[in-house]
Every structure is written in structure tokens, then in C-alpha cells.
């Protein structure tokens, strides 16, 4: 594959976060537009859930100590990942120690550094279909041939629905890494303790580099029960963990992100970062202080407020015939799989934004055969998505197939 | 060269900012210690320089406008892209509309970037020797099989001395990519119009891509003329200028660059930038604002600083027997070329720490050649810069070879 055609793949103009450069023009406008608060749930809300109190102050203080907060180690700042070594020791129940942790621009940046270090061109890696869009993008930007593992996340809430089979098939035929998200991103669901001690022993067997990406780990909802596979007795020796502040917390906007894993993986995410971006922001980094840290009641609060939209939004969609969905297990996503219309999915979503004035994310940002479904980010302010949904839910009748 | 290799090449220990990690022990100590301000020239001291006035005021503010700021598009939030685009056409005399702008995480993002967007494994890619110590690595990392260019930069102080012989063979050799710094990092040397004229010409003939680095080209000393190369006449269709407010404004803390080139290339950086790092920091964005808008006097005075302290190492260099050193036409780097020593500079550079209190980075950071060099970040407290550079000198002579 030459650059050009890389390129091409690499495509951004459905991704969450970019529905700005939709163009609406020849659209099947069926009915006047439905009027209602505009919901972007492309993304969570850090209006409606605002970032952790003390955060910016934190960041004025890592201002004010100058030079020296600017211009951290690659990796991060020591006191940082002295903090941070602290508090996901007690957060994994496993020893973190500081040369195991690295401070990236996001959980995107460890993302990134994880799979740059860890894959060359031609190397096979595993991916979760339905999983996060980017993880697909970053095997194809650095020539990897993708194995993908399916999961049936609609058809039992006790677990993910992973085949297990695929991704023992996937190692046997080669694949050096496995990339997946736990809770996984855009469905919701929580791999259960069973499914992963049987990653992890696959991949021990085969020994296989894991990368998961735990970004929505601190948001479980009620009676869910959440493994981290760092901690499994039988871990591999090689898992890195990624994990960040950008989602419950809604410090996004200062990005950061963490990753976690053996020295020798870390060492080399390092070197890589020297030459992608330096460091994570210096100043930001005065802020992970309040992750981990927040006000008492804060995260359980944060946890509730979201259960409750994701119950009425998921009873609204279960309400509609010839819908399917699963309820978030972990995370603020869900992922309705919606009948046959007359439009195609990105036809769907555009007019979506113009009929309701909300914006979703097409199921094709997270493999190629979601054409019948889309991603909502539910962390919003209740009222408005709730409206919003049922705005969407008005607008799919309109476009339902009669075939 | 697979991915152990690779990563062994791309080593971090004694890159600018690294020195934190050198090991002092085992080293051949001459002397007693030489007390004094410890002083660290491999970057600019944002406490000795500050940040713009108001940087700190425009983050609260852009934090305050919540999930707008925080979630930007990829390349930037569209009333940063304004302001930049009125104000780059302005700086660089030449139109420059949003459509031509990524914003990134520091203009190492901007780098890596653009070389990602370029380079595919085993292209040629023609990068100036010395130059940037990141060029190369990041030539490695995509593999792309590097063609240097020889700069003679201590000969005549009118132009950079780059071998424009060589540049038109790597060229003829199908170099498809010539990236370069302008002001010259490490060597603070300006090319002349002439110079980018004539790499403007080459560059069109051959229908090469031209990356040029211009982070330090807003300070330029007293009767020096800089040459915009993307505002030349006969400039090739594809340049893509970076540049950033990490140097001389010192807003390196808020992790804040620009790359600007067509439209075609700025589009694929974008895609590319969605899984780096999705966004430069999004509350950082809002801090562009006061660049190219500072206080009345801020660039000049600045400017008159840094003159003053360069002037004074410089002369201090001079007056070392065996020491050569070209006094800096713009940025804030010396590169003095040091006589034979008794220990290899690596060596040196630790012993120096060790013994004076004084970071500097050896040449070998910047080619593998430069056994012979250190390199000095000038933007320092003028007093403990000189005061410094005198203990360096005082412990050059400990180890001045007597072959």
C-alpha cells in the first residue's frame, strides 16, 4: 500500500468530533425539522458533567512553578509518576512502580505509542469487532495486518460475547499483539472475569503482547463486576494498560492519558514520544493531582447521574420495533443496532443532524459491517438527551424501509 | 531492520531535556567541584524568560468556555485557525487561509506529522547535517533512508553554508522529502536569500517536498535578514512551514505548534493527527491568541536579551585556544566546536554536570560526527549563563588533551 492509498483509509470525516465538516446539501429531507436542544453525543459533555473541582487550579500551580513544569522528563513529570504509582497501585490491586508508567497526550497518545512500539509493517495484530475506530486506523497506518475477533455483545449481559475461539485461531495463525478496550467502546460491555482469565491464559500460551485500553474503567454501573487483566494472577508478562482522566473525570481538555506496562515496552514508548510530541502538556500534567483524588462522593455521583440517563435512553430505543441494543455495562456509550431504512447509515446521520439537531456517530467508525448502527456518548445533560433520543427515534420513523 | 533495532537507534539518554537519567558514577574526576548557579542549556529557562503576559488569563478563560474548547476539531479550534490565518499572513507576507493550518501539540507534533504524511519505508529523504536532532530520528522511524546534506556553517557568517552540490545530487539521487531548520538548530545559523532561493529552485525542478522547521525565526539578531522560504517567488508547490510559540514567547508549557503548507498535506496531518493524539490540548488553544499579539516591546526586548547574553558566550568561547564557534544569526543555540580532550564527549557532558553544576547536549545528538561539539540553549538568567559557561571552559582545561 503507497501513502496516497494509506491515506485515503485513514479517513476523519465521520469520526466523533468532526461532524462540524458534514455538508447537508442533497439530502432526502423528509418532514419539517424537529426543534429541540442540540446534543452532540459524539462526545461526552464536560458542561453538563464539568471537569474535577480544584482541576484548574491545579493547573495554575503547575504554571507557576515554571520552567521546571514545562520541561518534564519525555515519560513525565517524577512527582507525577511518583503520584501516579501511589494511586493505581491501590486502583489495580498489583505494585505500579514509576518505571512503569508513562504520561501521554491522551489516552489517544498511549494508543498510539503502544501499537508504534510494539508493531512493524507486516506484523499481524488482533482487534475486537465492534471496538474503539482509531484501533483499526493505527494497524493500517503502520501496515499491519488485522485479524479480527468478533463479539456478540447483544446476546448475554454476563459477558462481552468475545469469541474466544477467534482469537485463540487469531494467535495460532501469528498475531504478535492484541488491542482491545475493556469496557468496551462503542457497546458498553464488560468482559467478564471468566473471559478474561482465558485471555490472559491464551495469550500467555502464545505469548502475545495485550494492550487494553481501560479508559471507562472507573465508571462501572451497578451489580457489574470489572477485571482488570494486569491483575489476574495468570497475566502474560507483557500487557500494557491504558487508562486517563478524559472521560468520567472531563478533563479532556487538558490532555492526558497513562499507560502501564512492563519497563522494556515503556522504555520504548518513551524514546517514540521524543519524537511525536516531547511530552504530555507540561502544565496539565500539574492536574492528574485530583485524579484519583477526587471529593468524596464525587465518582459515585458521577456514576449514578449516568446510570440514569443510560436507563431511560436505553428504554427508549428497547421501545422501538426492530431495535436492538445492549445496556452500558461500563462506560457512557450505546450501540443500537436500528432497522432497515431508505438511507444508508451516513446518509442516516446527516440527516439526523439536520432534522434533530443532533449529532451521532455511524456504526462504520467501528468496523465496516455496522451499516445498521449508531454510537451515542449518554454523558449529557439528562433532559437534553433524552429529548434528543427521542428527537432520533422520530426521525428513523420517518426513514423506516417499507420493504 | 526490525523493531529491536529500530528502537535502539532511537535512544533518548542524552537528548535535550533527558539529563535527569545520566549516571555520574565510574567517571575520571579531576579537580574539586566548581560551585555556582546550576544552569541547564539544553532548553530555554521559561523562568528566566516568561511566558507572554496574559498566556495563564487566556487558558482560564478558554477552559471557562467548557466542552467547545475542550473538543476542537482535529487541526484546531475554527476561531484559532481565524486568528492564526490573519496573523501568519502578516508574518510570512503571503495569503495563508485556514483551510492551510493544522494546529498540534508543540512543533515536534508538527514535525512528526509532516514526515508521517510524507514518508513511506524506504523513500529518500534529504535532511542537513547538523541539524535537529529529532530530523533523523524521525527519517529512521519510518524508515526512509536519510541523504545527508553538509552545512559549513563556521566559514562565512553571510550565509548558512549549506552544500547546495549535495542537495542537487540527493535530489537527482530521488530524495523526496528535504527537511530543514531555519534558523539552524544547533548552529544558529540564517541561510541567505540567495541560499533559499536557489533551494527553491532545485526543490521546483525536482519536484521535492520541502519541511522547514522556522521555530526560531521571530528571533533574528540585529542586521541579519530572514527569508521566508514559502514566501519566494519561485517557491515549489508543496512547503509546509512549522513554526510555534515554544521558544522565544515561552509557551512551551502549554504544548502549542503550527504547521501550515497545502491544503492536500495539511488534510493528511489532520487524519494522521486523529490517532496521535486526536488534538493539540484543547484549553491550551485558546492561549494562540496573545501569540504574534504581544505586549508592545515583548519581541524586541526579548530579542535585545538574547543578543546580549549570546554576545557575551560567544566572546567567551572565543577566547578559548582550540574553540570555534559561529555567534548565532537568530534562536538561542551556540555550538562551539571544542579541541581534542582527554575523555570522549559523552564523557564530558556528564563530567561537566558533575563538576560545574551545567547541562549541555554533545554534539553526537545532532550527527554522529559532531564528537567534537556541545550544543547551548542561551535563553537563560544572562549572569548564571555567563557565570556557567565559564565553569565549562574551566573544566574543558581540566581535560584538554596534552597529545
Same mark, same amino acid.
Given at each position: 500500500m503507497n501513502i496516497n492509498e494509506k491515506f485515503k483509509l485513514l479517513g476523519v470525516e465521520n469520526a466523533p468530533g468532526q461532524e462540524g465538516c458534514i455538508n447537508s446539501s442533497n439530502l432526502d429531507i423528509r418532514g419539517l425539522k424537529i426543534p429541540g436542544i442540540p446534543v452532540d453525543f459524539s462526545h461526552g459533555d464536560v458542561d453538563a458533567f464539568?471537569?474535577?473541582?480544584? *482541576?484548574?487550579?491545579? #493547573?495554575?500551580?503547575g504554571f507557576q512553578k515554571g520552567s521546571k513544569q514545562a520541561y518534564t522528563?519525555?515519560?513525565?513529570?517524577?512527582?507525577?509518576?511518583?503520584?501516579? *504509582?501511589?494511586?493505581?497501585t491501590a486502583f489495580f490491586h498489583i505494585? $505500579?512502580?514509576?518505571?512503569?508508567?508513562?504520561?501521554?497526550?491522551? +489516552?489517544?497518545?498511549?494508543l498510539f505509542l *503502544?501499537?508504534?512500539s510494539l508493531i512493524s509493517p507486516g506484523d499481524k495484530i488482533a482487534i475486537v469487532s465492534p471496538d474503539y475506530f482509531a484501533n483499526q486506523k493505527l494497524a493500517e497506518f503502520f501496515d499491519a495486518e488485522i485479524i479480527p475477533v468478533h463479539m456478540e455483545y447483544l446476546t448475554d449481559c454476563q459477558k462481552s460475547g468475545i469469541n474466544l475461539e477467534e482469537l485463540k485461531m487469531a494467535f495460532e495463525k501469528g498475531a504478535k499483539v492484541f488491542l482491545f478496550s475493556n469496557p468496551n467502546n462503542p457497546t458498553g460491555a464488560v468482559y467478564s472475569f471468566q473471559e478474561i482469565s482465558e485471555i490472559a491464559a491464551i495469550a500467555k500460551q502464545y505469548d502475545v503482547t495485550i494492550i487494553v485500553d481501560e479508559l471507562y474503567s472507573r465508571?462501572? #454501573?451497578?451489580?457489574?463486576?470489572? +477485571?482488570?487483566?494486569?491483575?489476574?494472577?495468570n497475566?502474560?508478562?507483557?500487557? $500494557? +494498560?491504558i487508562i486517563g482522566p478524559s472521560k468520567t473525570e472531563?478533563?479532556?481538555g487538558f490532555r492526558l492519558g497513562v499507560a502501564v506496562g512492563p519497563r522494556s515496552i515503556i522504555n520504548r514508548m518513551e524514546k517514540l514520544q521524543a519524537i511525536v510530541s516531547l511530552r504530555a502538556p507540561g502544565y496539565s500534567q500539574a492536574v492528574l493531582k485530583c485524579w484519583f483524588s477526587e471529593p468524596r462522593g464525587f465518582m459515585e455521583n458521577r456514576i449514578k447521574q449516568h446510570q440514569f440517563i443510560r436507563d431511560n435512553i436505553v428504554d427508549l430505543f428497547k421501545s422501538v420495533p426492530g431495535v436492538s441494543i445492549r445496556s452500558t455495562d461500563g462506560g457512557s456509550y450505546v450501540f443500537p443496532t436500528i432497522p432497515d431504512l431508505d438511507v444508508d447509515i451516513l446518509t442516516f446521520v446527516k440527516i439526523v443532524k439536520y432534522l434533530a439537531d443532533v449529532t451521532v456517530t455511524p456504526g462504520t467508525e467501528f468496523g465496516r459491517q455496522y451499516v445498521h448502527s449508531i454510537r451515542l456518548n449518554f454523558s449529557q445533560n439528562p433532559d437534553a438527551a433524552i429529548a434528543a433520543v427521542k428527537r432520533i427515534i422520530e426521525v428513523l420513523e420517518r426513514y423506516r424501509s417499507k420493504k
Open positions: 464539568p471537569p474535577i473541582p480544584g *482541576s484548574l487550579d491545579l #493547573f495554575v500551580h522528563k519525555y515519560r513525565g513529570s517524577s512527582e507525577s509518576l511518583s503520584y501516579l *504509582s501511589e494511586k493505581l505494585k $505500579i512502580c514509576e518505571e512503569n508508567i508513562i504520561i501521554t497526550p491522551g +489516552t489517544q497518545g498511549a *503502544s501499537v508504534g465508571q462501572i #454501573f451497578k451489580e457489574k463486576i470489572y +477485571t482488570h487483566l494486569c491483575a489476574m494472577k497475566c502474560p508478562e507483557n500487557v $500494557i +494498560t472531563s478533563l479532556s
